[in-house]
């Protein structure tokens, strides 16, 4: 029988080319509360997991739903907006003061629903400089007098906005050298 060294054996193969008894220490098993213990911690990681998720998919549920109801007033206040136009219209060609003031009430209740929809009216008057991120030239007019070019010249159709989101562009005449 081999006898016990004193010194390290670093290397197994080293051992047993010399003769001698190797001792491994066989892996020790996990007692059962330890299995438990690894079985909560993987619950709880996948219940973090789920529940992050979860938050996640609410967040972009409720921007979802958002911005679904504020494309849908959008496309429903689009339909309605040339009433407003022919309102504009009547307004303009109104001979009777009567009348006048009658057309003026329907187009002020209308701007209400607007505002508390959150739509607003682009401001655009004669003279600006043309921007295309909110305006559609519809006609080109040469420079007048005083006037510079790619200007406003004025304004057929009036544009709307709902924050930042262009509902329609103004339509607009723009000065050309």
């Given at each position: ?85 022919n309102f504009g219209y009547a307004l303009d060609s109104a001979q ?26 682009i401001a655009i008057n004669a003279g600006d400089p043309f921007d ?44 050309v050298e």
């Amino acid at each position: 029988m081999a006898k016990k060294s004193e010194k390290k054996i670093e290397n197994k193969d080293e051992a047993t080319v010399q003769g001698e008894e190797v001792l491994e220490e066989k892996p020790k098993e996990p007692t059962e509360l330890e299995k438990a213990q690894a079985a909560a911690e993987d619950y709880k990681r996948k219940w973090y997991s789920v529940s992050a998720e979860y938050d996640n998919f609410r967040k972009r549920n409720a921007t979802a739903v958002s911005n679904a109801y504020r494309d849908g007033a959008a496309e429903a206040v689009l339909k309605l907006l040339p009433v407003a136009d022919n309102f504009g219209y009547a307004l303009d060609s109104a001979q009777d003061e009567k009348t006048r003031a009658g057309i003026d009430k329907v187009i002020k209740s209308f701007a209400t629903v607007l505002q508390s929809l959150g739509i607003e009216e682009i401001a655009i008057n004669a003279g600006d400089p043309f921007d295309e991120s909110v305006m559609e030239a519809v006609m080109n007019s040469p420079c007048e007098e005083g006037e510079a070019p790619n200007t406003v010249k004025f304004v057929l159709k009036k544009g709307y906005k709902s924050g930042d989101k262009v509902i329609r562009y103004a339509q607009v005449a723009v000065t050309v050298e």
